[in-house]
């Protein structure tokens, strides 16, 4: 599996200054390469390297292999739209290959190609992260982000083989809590709904000041919500993973297509449901089963949250509240989450697929609708 680990780079005040005189030279050259591309209307990666490697490597002073990755940088950009001229930032990304980048694990320095040389640059990164670079391969990406200089790093990670699951853990996504699992384990409920609230009413008078300083907080409040719920996120799927991986089991998701057209709440409960990146937990769920070896299965996700798990019945007034369950046919009560999610792990043992690659992804019916 392809992963990518963020690496901060520690450079003195002179390789700063080299990071970031490379970084204006090599986007100069996109540019330039993006122009007679565009003059031509040449865009195939042959074609392009034709028309301007030599001049890129003469009036650039860019190396061999920096220059080729820089059309690469183009063509690539042309591959998504071809009816509009590409323009490049003058801090863009730019990406390297091995032969002009080479990290060095133990002494955690990077030798990389800049503008007069190659320079030994330190770097800090995290466990997780630096794990994933003995797995390094292809290009990286010089990345300059709010006055600092990182690495992004593709890491080809070999999954483990999968288990045959002895049963299945159901995890339901939703608004009370962000997920429940079948065992009734809640995840972030009040303490993120907590946060979720503050920064919201905040954004709201951001928004109603309309002032230059109100839109320079609303900039910095957008990368703190993010950050939070990608943190949120990672916790939760490393947590849901683990509980499935020591207990033999696989992991059953609904299948989360057009999830906010099909969930009906009140006017608060909405800007709740969508301001939450439900598709990067999903993600994150998959991504961390097919390393660990743990089958993921989505099932049909009609009337998951109207089935009594007791006797079967699927009816709309089993739901009297949005946290409450209450089956008008036996009485069975509990929480509507946790009965969501025995559900959909019910509905993965009912149509338990063949498994075979942790990373494929199955669509299951339920026999109960």
């Not at 392009?48 to 860019?62: E, G, K, N, P």
């Not at 994933?132 to 290009?139: A, F, I, S, V, W």
């Not at 989360?256 to 994150?284: D, M, P």
């Not at 089958?295 to 949250?305: E, G, K, W």
Request: with cysteine; glycine share 6%.
């Amino acid at each position: 599996m392809k992963l990518t680990a963020t690496i901060k780079l520690q450079p003195t005040e002179e390789q700063r200054d080299l990071l970031y005189a490379t970084l204006e030279r090599a986007n100069a050259a996109c540019n330039y390469i993006s122009e007679r591309a565009w003059a031509e209307q040449r865009f195939g990666r042959v074609p392009v390297h034709r028309l301007t490697y030599s001049a890129v490597r003469a009036d650039f002073d860019l190396t061999a292999q920096l220059a080729v990755r820089c059309i690469g940088k183009v063509v690539d950009a042309y591959k998504l739209d071809k009816k509009t001229k590409r323009q490049f930032r003058k801090l863009g990304a730019v990406p390297y290959d091995s032969r002009i980048l080479n990290f060095r694990l133990a002494d955690s320095t990077v030798s990389i190609w800049l503008l007069g040389g190659r320079q030994t640059i330190p770097f800090v990164t995290g466990a997780h992260q630096l794990a994933l670079l003995q797995y390094q391969r292809g290009e990286s990406d010089l990345v300059h982000r709010k006055g600092e200089f990182y690495l992004y790093t593709t890491c080809d990670v070999p999954d483990e083989a999968p288990i045959d699951p002895e049963g299945w853990l159901g995890v339901d996504l939703g608004i009370a809590n962000i997920a429940t699992d079948s065992d009734g384990e809640m995840h972030q409920g009040k303490g993120v709904e907590r946060v979720r609230y503050r920064h919201r009413r905040l954004r709201q008078r951001l928004q109603a000041a309309q002032t230059d300083s109100a839109r320079r907080h609303l900039k910095k409040l957008a990368g703190k919500e993010q950050r939070f719920a990608r943190d949120t996120n990672h916790r939760i799927s490393k947590r849901i993973v683990e509980k499935a991986k020591g207990t033999t089991r696989g992991i059953a998701l609904e299948d989360l297509t057009h999830i906010r057209e099909r969930v009906t709440a009140r006017k608060a409960r909405r800007a709740t449901l969508h301001s939450w990146s439900f598709a990067q937990l999903r993600s994150f769920i998959e991504y961390k089963a097919a390393l660990a070896g743990v089958p993921v299965v989505a099932v049909d996700p009609r009337n998951t949250s109207r089935t009594c798990p007791a006797c079967g019945c699927i009816d709309k007034r089993n739901r009297p509240s949005q946290s409450t369950f209450s089956c008008v046919e036996c009485g069975c009560v509990g929480h509507a989450d946790h009965f969501a999610a025995v559900e959909i792990s019910r509905r993965a043992a009912v149509n338990r697929p063949i498994v075979g690659s942790t990373a494929q992804r199955y669509r299951l019916t339920s026999s109960r609708l």
